[in-house]
């Protein structure tokens, strides 16, 4: 087996577990939806959704199981403030941190890796905050607004 075909293995059976946890089933749209996202690369849209699905799915069946996928957490909803949101996996299914750049003007999300100075930086800061109250930081994101280079340029 491939390193590949391993991960894909190990993001299956952690999506079944997440399902199962919630009362519901890994089904072949919910696997063809994962599939069309992770096959990206990027946060995507739910038209593009249905655009890498090949249109084999319904619109309304894309809607309702990106819900369920974003609801028992394989899935992170971008919101864009646009027509549609973004969604990609969560970060523990596809195996790297990462934030995003937000461009105000055409909505591109672009995701983006940090060095390891932010990141510490970053928890330092987190966890100096909530000394006292009782909270655990599990992890953190960092989003950041502007324009992208088209938009820059426009």
């Avoid at 075909?5 to 890994?26: K, P």
């Avoid at 970060?91 to 995701?111: K, N, P, Q």
């Avoid at 966890?127 to 280079?149: I, K, N, P, Q, R």
């Amino acid at each position: 087996m491939t390193a590949m075909a391993s991960r894909a293995g190990d993001r299956d059976a952690s999506i079944t577990s997440r399902l199962e946890r919630a009362g519901q089933r890994y089904t072949s749209q919910r696997r063809t939806i994962v599939e069309a996202i992770a096959g990206a690369g990027r946060p995507v849209t739910t038209p593009e959704v249905l655009e890498r699905a090949g249109h084999r799915l319904s619109q309304s069946s894309v809607y309702r199981n990106l819900a369920v996928l974003a609801d028992v957490g394989v899935l992170q909803r971008l919101p864009t403030g646009g027509d549609f949101d973004l969604f990609e996996l969560a970060e523990e299914l596809s195996g790297h941190h990462h934030h995003h750049l937000h461009c105000t003007a055409c909505g591109v999300v672009i995701d983006v890796p940090a060095g390891p100075g932010l990141e510490q930086a970053v928890m330092a800061e987190a966890e100096e905050l909530v000394v006292g109250l009782g909270f655990v930081v599990a992890g953190h994101s960092v989003d950041l607004y502007g324009l992208c280079v088209d938009c820059a340029r426009g």
